[in-house]
């Protein structure tokens, strides 16, 4: 009977088991997956794709207005009046002589001239049926399609280099959420440390007053020490877990979706020398390659005003067919070319290159500024990396002199000669040089990715496990 209870219990878990939905069993994510991940969900990038494919399109209507424009047409009509009933039947081939009135024309009466012949002042109402197909072709424009064109393919490019900028963010704000997930994971290791020597020092302190060896107050004092401790416990277990729902978010997922993380990643520096990074961000940052190509586009929005200022030709070849019932029974066809140019319209086209030209002056100024701002920024974010690298092995060799100084003190206390507060103080500065290393590794880390950002050199290979 147990075991066919044990039996129909595994059949229940496993069947509870099965009817769990997929989000409740956590999924392993290491800093790769994480990227793809925020990658594939964030709306952001999204909204940078349909920049792209509208930029497309204007590059697709840019290059189709330099085509032939084809149009047809069809369509019906029934008049009575007096010219456009004559323009139908002549365009029919169908007007005769009685359609200017032959039948009342009488030589013999004096003032046959002044007779008004009602078929062709009062014509019968007219059906006309026709069809067209007219071909049109821009000849010469001034530079207006190419301006077009230039503005499209640049515009292209900048929604191109915003799509890449958009990815790097992304991904520095992934490694900035999950590297921060197991840094407060290190600072609750630090504080775990903390709370094991707070309980050590209070059973040693315990000890020495049932010895008689220190005072009630000593005991005391342990005791709120660790109570501190086990406080600041509590506060590390929080930091991780809004440090692991900021990395939900970016990720785009439910706050309550259980996930557990590869292992930390730590970043490398980029090769070459700080001169070559210069030079390396001016010409890969994706934002400052955005901006150079607005600046790109907004040239070409001159060429397009300008193109007012000369004339325009263009080319056209038209078929058309008329015919009093539903068929296609005369047929005609027109050629011809045209020229047309503004010789004066008050200094509007004047005043719209102008426009144009402080639109783009203004965007080649800030270009200007937006490239001094990214060195500067290449240069901070350099220094700051290689600092916080230099602070990784000063931190690593402070841990150690603090944990030496701790056992010494710890022993001086045992043994009677020092006092609990420079016990404590010590364990304070080991905690301290603890959480300062936790803080420097980070640091490395988010510097780093800052420096490969500024560069245009940031995406998921950059980071490696520790």
């Not at 290059?63 to 069809?74: K, Y």
């Not at 003190?409 to 045992?414: I, T």
Request: net charge positive; aromatic share 4%; proline share 4%.
């Amino acid at each position: 009977m147990r075991g066919f209870a044990a039996t129909r219990l595994g059949v229940v878990l496993i069947a509870l088991g099965a009817a769990m939905p997929a989000w409740a069993q956590a999924r392993t994510l290491d800093f790769a997956q994480a990227v793809a991940l925020a990658l594939h969900r964030n709306p952001d990038l999204l909204s940078v794709q349909a920049q792209i494919a509208q930029a497309r399109a204007g590059v697709a209507q840019a290059r189709g207005a330099r085509l032939p424009r084809l149009t047809a047409g069809l369509g019906a009509v029934r008049t009575n009046d007096a010219l456009n009933a004559f323009g139908l039947k002549l365009g029919q081939r169908g007007a005769t002589f009685g359609d200017f009135g032959a039948g009342q024309f009488n030589p013999a009466n004096p003032n046959v001239l002044s007779v008004a012949p009602d078929g062709l002042n009062h014509p019968a109402p007219v059906n006309d049926f026709g069809s067209r197909l007219e071909a049109q072709l821009p000849l010469y424009t001034g530079g207006k399609l190419a301006g077009y064109m230039r503005q499209a393919n640049a515009m292209l490019r900048a929604a191109q280099a915003g799509d890449q900028a958009a990815r790097q963010q992304i991904i520095d704000h992934v490694l900035q959420a999950y590297d921060g997930v197991h840094t407060a994971r290190a600072y609750r290791k630090v504080a775990a440390q903390a709370l094991q020597a707070a309980q050590s020092q209070l059973t040693m302190v315990d000890n020495l007053y049932r010895q008689g060896v220190v005072l009630k107050s000593d005991l005391l004092a342990a005791r709120v020490n660790l109570e501190n401790v086990q406080v600041q416990q509590s506060q590390a277990a929080d930091m991780e877990q809004q440090a692991m729902d900021g990395l939900h978010v970016v990720l785009g997922l439910p706050i309550d979706e259980p996930i557990e993380l590869g292992p930390a990643v730590k970043v490398s520096m980029p090769q070459g020398t700080p001169a070559q990074w210069d030079d390396l961000a001016l010409h890969d940052n994706p934002q400052l390659r955005a901006l150079a190509e607005q600046v790109a586009a907004a040239g070409g929005q001159v060429e397009v005003a300008r193109s007012d200022l000369y004339p325009q030709v263009g080319a056209m070849a038209r078929f058309e067919t008329h015919d009093p019932h539903l068929g296609f029974g005369a047929h005609s066809y027109t050629i011809g070319a045209q020229l047309t140019w503004n010789v004066f319209d008050g200094g509007v086209t004047r005043q719209a290159i102008d426009q144009a030209a402080a639109a783009r002056d203004a965007l080649r100024l800030k270009l200007q500024s937006a490239r001094s701002q990214l060195l500067m920024q290449v240069h901070d974010a350099a220094r700051r990396a290689r600092l916080a690298a230099d602070q990784v092995a000063g931190r690593a060799l402070a841990v150690q002199q603090a944990e030496e100084a701790a056992r010494i003190v710890a022993k001086r206390y045992a043994d009677g000669v020092g006092t609990l507060l420079e016990l404590q103080g010590a364990q304070a500065m080991l905690d301290k040089a603890r959480a300062d290393l936790v803080q420097a590794r980070s640091a490395v880390t988010l510097q780093r990715a800052a420096l490969r950002v500024a560069l245009g050199r940031l995406d998921a290979g950059s980071a490696q496990a520790r």
